[in-house]
T-cell receptor
Framework: AQSVTQLGSHVSVSEGALVLLRCNYS??????LFWYVQYPNQGLQLLLK??????LVKGINGFEAEFKKSETSFHLTKPSAHMSDAAEYFC???????????FGTGTKLQVIP | DAGVIQSPRHEVTEMGQEVTLRCKPI?????LFWYRQTMMRGLELLIY????????DSGMPEDRFSAKMPNASFSTLKIQPSEPRDSAVYFC????????????FGQGTRLTVV
């Protein structure tokens, strides 16, 4: 069985501040982990993915995430928030094969000018 | 490629009516997924196909829902009869190969059943 928990359904940060979106996973096998972003009225777009290579993964738009097995976490960070980062972010886990991906409930990021 | 194309973008229908949502996956992709997104339940996988064959439909809520993929470039999700609780955004996504890779999502169909 696998699952992801995203802590905080809404997160607000000031423009230029650090973005930290939390994700903890549960998986009975070594997981693959993903972060997706969804802009209003759009589908989901892949930000980054971890597939058992480097534990620090860099994605698009300046985002990165670190896989920490001891903490079963895959938190998403960005050093400096931009207004265009306002969106909903989904963490997801897979035990193998995209068809087995389980999504979290999402975190809406608000960026305050 | 234009990406995953879904139609219509918005659909408003009356309870009891049949609704058909359409999806054109990215050319060459052999996996196609239908998801439903609601505020209460988040993103749920309804069904997925591999090479036009339904592999897992365990997420389909009930018999009122059906999905087909008559060829590699077209899939439909049908609800008959529709109910207000079916109101949601329905996404289609496609990907290539039985490996962990990026799935490409369409822009979704926002369904409202009144």
């Amino acid at each position: 069985a696998q699952s992801v928990t995203q802590l905080g359904s809404h997160v607000s940060v000031s423009e230029g501040a650090l973005v930290l979106l939390r994700c903890n996973y549960s998986s009975s096998v070594p997981p693959y982990l993903f972060w997706y972003v969804q802009y209003p009225n759009q589908g989901l777009q892949l930000l980054l993915k971890y597939t058992s290579a480097a534990t620090l993964v860099k994605g698009i738009n300046g985002f990165e995430a670190e896989f920490k097995k001891s903490e079963t976490s895959f938190h998403l960070t960005k050093p400096s928030a931009h207004m265009s980062d306002a969106a909903e972010y989904f963490c997801a886990v897979s035990s193998g094969g995209y068809q087995k991906v389980t999504f979290g409930t999402g975190t809406k990021l608000q960026v305050i000018p | 490629d234009a990406g995953v194309i879904q139609s219509p973008r918005h659909e408003v229908t009356e309870m009891g009516q049949e609704v058909t949502l359409r999806c054109k996956p990215i050319s060459g992709h052999d996996y196609l997924f239908w998801y439903r997104q609601t505020m209460m339940r988040g993103l749920e996988l309804l069904i997925y196909f591999n090479n036009n064959v339904p592999i897992d439909d365990s997420g389909m809520p009930e018999d009122r829902f059906s999905a087909k993929m008559p060829n590699a470039s077209f899939s439909t999700l049908k609800i008959q009869p529709s109910e207000p609780r079916d109101s949601a955004v329905y996404f289609c996504a496609s990907t290539q190969g039985d490996r962990v890779s990026e799935a490409f999502f369409g822009q979704g169909t926002r369904l409202t059943v009144v």
